[in-house]
Structure formats: C-alpha cells, structure tokens
C-alpha cells in the first residue's frame, strides 16, 4: 500500500525537478524528502529515480504513479468535502491567496458577506502572484487562491486544480490626459512610438504587452516597470509613457489619466478561483467561491 504523503512527494518532484525545490515547496529538509522517495519506491518494488551525477530523472514507473497519485489526491478532497457537506454549519479556517488587485477589488467584499453569513468561518488572506499562488495550492498551503490568464496567451491546465471564472476584464491602455483627443477604442499602433511603463512583477502581462505590440507591428520600448499601480498611474500621469492594465487596477488610478479600450488587437484578461479538484462541495470553500461570483456580479463597468 502506497503512503499519500509519499505519493505528495514524489508528485512535487515531478513538477519542481529536484531535490531541494521539493523540500522548499513542503517545508521539508532535503534528506527527509529523498529518505520518504526512498521509502516510496520500496513500497513500490521499483526503481522510482534515476539518478545521473546531480540529476534526478523520474522512471516510467515513477510517471505513471505521478499521474494516479492526481487521481488518488482528487478523490481524497472530494471524500473530505463530502463528509463536511454533511454538517450543517460553515466553520473552520479558509485560507485564500489573492494578487493584488483581486486582494483589494474582489476579496474584501466576499470575506465581509462570509463573516456576515457564517460567524464560525475564519477566513485568512495573503497576497501571492502566480506562480506562488498555485503552487500554495497545490501543496496544501492555501485552499482557494485568485488567478488570471490573458487572451493571446496559452492557458495552461494545472493538473489537480479547478478553476471557477468569476469575471472577464478588458485590458485598457492608460494614457496621460491630453495625449490622445476624440473618443472610442485605439488601435495599439497609434502607441508604437511611446515609451512604455510596464508591470513588473507580472511576467504573463510583460509577454501579452509583446505579443499585442507585436501584432500592432512594433516592439514597445519600456523605459518603467513597477508593481504597484499606483505607481505606473504616477508615471502616466506625469507624461512619462504609456502602459496597459487591467481593468480591476482603475481603483489606483490618478484623475489626470485617461484610459481607452483597445481594439487592434483587442485584449482581455480573465479572472477565476482556483481550488483543488474535488475540494468544491467543502461547504467553506463553496460559500468563499458563491461571495467572490456575487461580488463579481456587481462590479460596476468602471471596476
């Protein structure tokens, strides 16, 4: 019989590539993470690992027990929710992680209807961006976190996660009042000889600013880059460049900058709830993800 945890391990093996990520990712030392891998492939009777010098190969064997142990993870949340969907109160701890703007836009309202709703369920809140955030997940640290993807990006399926979409946002160029005079959308060109001001922690929105310019037929030249908007609105403000954000960041924004829809190319970013598969019935999580779609449904257009 196979030890889960074990199975945890060597699944974040897989994904991590070694050693020392693995034991960093489950607040383990190094050797007690090849010590249980060790323990695991006896309880296998095969070789899980192949190692050559520093490198650390996964076995046939090793892949095919990675791709039940979703499988086998997936139906353990599910029998955990089950069982505490049959309690007829909403308690315990929910931890959330969220970026940013869903932390300040989103994650307040939900967890002040929850609180309102079900004065047993405490709800903790950390800000992660993605990766982090679905890595938390993944190894148990958080049981729901805020996600996003962009549209002329490829969406990535994370194994062993669902993600339920709470809104779709358009991408607005922001531009210092006065730049641009008329009304309606821009096409993306009109902007190829502007500097750029870009976020910096946002390594999926760095690449859909190049691939959108790209399809605009030039390179933007990006002479800023921040993580907080606040502090990209400033330098908008103060004419120093162009940037584009997301429509959830408008909250940061300063009065003296215009934003416009862009429609050559037009560009979206979605907004979901990332959970652990089977874990949706688990009557805290279902009352988090039921506040974050009402809140959702509400925001005004200019959100």
């Keep these: ?13 897989a994904r991590h590539g070694t050693i020392a990520a693995t034991a960093r990712v489950c607040s383990l030392t190094p050797s007690a993470v ?6 695991l492939e006896r309880e296998a ?34 029998a955990q929710a089950e069982v505490a969907a049959l309690t007829s109160t909403v308690s315990g701890v929910l931890r959330v992680a969220a970026f940013p703007t869903a932390a300040r836009v989103l994650v307040p309202g939900a967890i002040a209807q929850c609180r309102s709703r079900y004065p047993d ?5 950390t800000e992660a961006q993605l990766p982090e955030a679905i890595t938390a997940l993944q190894g148990g640290h958080v049981d729901l976190a805020l996600v996003y993807g962009y549209s002329l990006l490829p969406r990535v399926r994370e194994a062993g996660v669902e993600i339920h979409r ?18 309606g959308a821009l096409a993306l060109a009109e902007l190829a000889d502007q500097p750029w001001i870009a976020a910096d922690r946002d390594d999926d929105l760095h690449e859909m600013l190049r691939r959108a310019c ?13 993580s907080d908007y606040t502090v990209i609105f400033a330098l908008v403000e103060a004419g120093l460049g162009v940037s584009l954000v997301p429509r959830l960041a408008f909250e940061s924004m300063s009065a003296d900058v215009r934003l416009w829809e862009v429609a050559q190319p037009a560009l979206s970013r979605t907004v979901g709830a990332a959970i652990r598969a ?17 809140v959702a449904d509400e925001l005004p257009e200019t959100a």
């Design 278 to 294: 089977g874990s949706g019935r688990n009557p805290a999580i279902a009352a988090m993800l039921a506040a974050l779609h009402r």
């Design 1 to 13: 019989m196979f030890e889960v945890r074990r199975l945890r391990l060597l699944r974040e093996l």
């Design 45 to 78: 009777g095969t070789a899980l690992l192949l190692r050559e010098g520093r490198t650390l190969t996964l076995t046939e064997a090793a892949r095919v027990l990675v791709e039940h142990t979703e499988e086998i993870l997936a139906d353990l949340e599910r």
């Design 121 to 125: 369920l405490r709800i903790r809140l």
């Design 34 to 39: 090849s010590q249980q891998l060790s323990l």
């Design 166 to 183: 709470l809104l779709d946002e358009p991408l607005l160029a922001a531009l210092p009042a006065g730049l641009r005079s008329g009304e």
């Design 214 to 226: 790209g399809l605009a037929g030039f390179v933007p030249r990006l002479d800023f880059t921040s």
